[in-house]
């Protein structure tokens, strides 16, 4: 089984801030990592993910994660957010292998950009 | 083109009723997941149809929750004798493929409320 942490639920931060949201995982199989948003009144959106290859994998709009297997970690980061990048973000997992389909989400960090 | 959509959007209902919850997701797409989203539970996996094959059944929390998936296509998530409990948003996503890479696309969900 598989299991993902976000230890922040709230994460305030300036307009123009660097900002960290943290996702950890557990699981006893390879996984691939996702990150997806959640705008305001808005549904669910892929942001970045990792299947393989290069372990820092960047979106369009500046956000970056880098994948620490033996941290087991998959945080997001980007050097300077915006008010527009008030959302709740979402780290997920999937096994790598075999037939299961589903994501299995943390639960999930709200970022508040201030101005 | 026109992406996954559910209906209704919103969907007050009393205690001890009956509820379906549509989903139609992108055409062509053969996987199709249920999720339910709720407060202290986060984004929670309910159910997943690939193709012919028989769905994982394995999230849906008691019997009073059942899905299926009519023509490959359209789904609908029936729950009986709704609870206070059931109260929560109800995402649907597809895919092109099951397992792995295939990036899944969410609903905008159904917000479910229990009186």
């Known amino acids: 089984a598989q299991s993902v942490t976000q230890l922040d639920s709230q994460v305030p931060v300036f307009e123009e801030a660097p900002v960290e949201l943290r996702c950890n995982y557990s699981s006893s199989v390879s996984v691939y990592l996702f990150w997806y948003v959640q705008y305001p009144n808005q549904g669910l959106q892929l942001l970045l993910k990792?299947?393989?290859?290069?372990?820092l994998v960047k979106s369009i709009n500046g956000f970056e994660a880098e994948f620490n297997k033996s941290q087991t970690s998959f945080h997001l980061r980007k050097p300077s957010v915006h008010i527009s990048d008030t959302a709740e973000y979402f780290c997920?997992?999937?096994?790598?292998?075999?037939?299961?389909?589903?994501?299995?989400f943390g639960k999930g960090t709200k970022l508040s950009v201030k101005p | 083109g026109a992406g996954v959509s559910q209906s209704p959007s919103n969907k007050v209902t009393e205690k001890g009723k009956d509820v379906e919850l549509r989903c139609d997701p992108i055409s062509g797409h053969t996987a199709l997941y249920w999720y339910r989203q709720s407060l202290g539970q986060g984004l929670e996996f309910l159910i997943y149809?690939?193709?012919?094959?028989?769905?994982?059944k394995s999230g849906l929390p008691s019997d009073r929750f059942s899905a299926e998936r009519t023509g490959g296509s359209v789904s609908t998530l029936t729950i009986q004798r709704t609870q206070q409990e059931d109260s929560a948003v109800y995402l649907c996503?597809?895919?092109?493929?099951?397992?792995?890479?295939?990036?899944?696309?969410f609903g905008p969900g159904t917000r479910l409320t229990v009186t």
């Open positions: 996503a597809s895919s092109t493929q099951t397992g792995g890479r295939g990036e899944q696309y």
């Open positions: 997920a997992v999937r096994p790598s292998g075999g037939s299961q389909g589903n994501l299995i």
């Open positions: 990792y299947l393989s290859g290069s372990t």
């Open positions: 149809f690939q193709g012919n094959s028989a769905p994982d």
